[in-house]
């Protein structure tokens, strides 16, 4: 009795510390809305079940207890029984299933007027690069990834001499413009995530994996590694803001571009009959 008690108490326990609990996810800033339904869903029907089962052990234990003189009848299989069972258990999954294939067809679905923005992973720091006035990335190859080019861009395409590169700074996006997140590591397994945006992917060295999503809200949100990636994995941390259209422009015209951060460095300047001209290296 007292067990039986005892699982009923564990089962109404976990449903009001699930429906009470003051840990939820933090507000939603992008648009996937569909990942929250998604995991509500998931959490009922894998709740529902935990219930029944737990409740059903419950029943068992007080309703089969021992009484003296009683014989417990011996049924090894029960055809009925399973079949309900299989039922069941396939309804389950297809119920679970079903909602996250649908998110995840719209997931891999990147609309065609998203920007591509590149975010690249490394021991322990983010950097990104933005496409120029041509709206286009120039290549890239990790073969190149020097002091001089931290990101591995290379010199020799045309379209990557106007990208604009964010080096180990915060990554500034325009709100209500859908997002093709490239990612790229260059050294360990990394992963990008903002717990508002909901949306996250491995950063795999050697390969170039994508998200999209659309920001909802301007802000300032903390980007987080989501993959254990060595000592400095917790402080491995960035910042993403969106801004408003006005503001994200102003903020892209203070970038520096591929061209000029690979171009000759002005390290003094000469001084001519009143002429001054740059003394280059």
């Not at 950097?127 to 990790?142: E, H, I, V």
Request: glycine share 8%; proline share 5%.
């Amino acid at each position: 009795m007292a067990i039986a008690l005892v699982l009923v108490l564990v089962v109404i326990g976990s449903v009001l510390f699930h429906v009470l609990s003051p840990w939820w996810w933090t507000p939603i800033a992008s648009n996937w809305g569909y990942i929250d339904s998604t995991l509500v869903a998931t959490f009922w029907i894998t709740g529902a079940v935990f219930s029944a089962v737990v409740l059903f052990m419950a029943y068992c234990v007080y309703r089969f207890r021992h009484k003296e003189g009683q014989k417990a009848a011996y049924e090894p299989e029960s055809k009925k029984l399973e079949s309900w069972l299989t039922a069941i258990t396939a309804i389950g999954v297809a119920a679970m299933l079903a909602p996250g294939l649908y998110v995840w067809k719209q997931f891999v679905t990147v609309p065609k007027d998203a920007t591509e923005v590149e975010v690249v992973a490394q021991q322990w720091q983010w950097s990104f690069r933005l496409p120029g006035a041509d709206g286009k990335l120039g290549t890239s190859n990790a073969r190149l990834v020097s002091s001089d080019n931290p990101l591995g861009i290379n010199p020799d395409d045309p379209n990557g001499k106007d990208d604009v590169v964010v080096e180990a700074a915060d990554l500034h996006l325009p709100i209500d413009k859908p997002v093709k997140m490239l990612l790229r590591s260059i050294d360990v397994l990394h992963d990008f995530y903002v717990p508002e945006f909901r949306a996250k992917m491995d950063m795999v060295p050697g390969m170039v994996t994508y998200f999209w999503f659309t920001p909802t809200r301007t802000g300032t949100f903390e980007v987080l590694c989501a993959e254990l990636c060595g000592t400095g994995h917790g402080f491995m941390r960035g910042i993403v803001m969106v801004d408003t259209a006005q503001d994200y422009t102003t903020w892209l015209q203070q970038q520096s571009t591929f061209a000029q951060l690979s171009g000759p460095a002005k390290v003094g300047v000469l001084v001519d009959r009143g002429k001054v001209t740059a003394s280059m290296e």
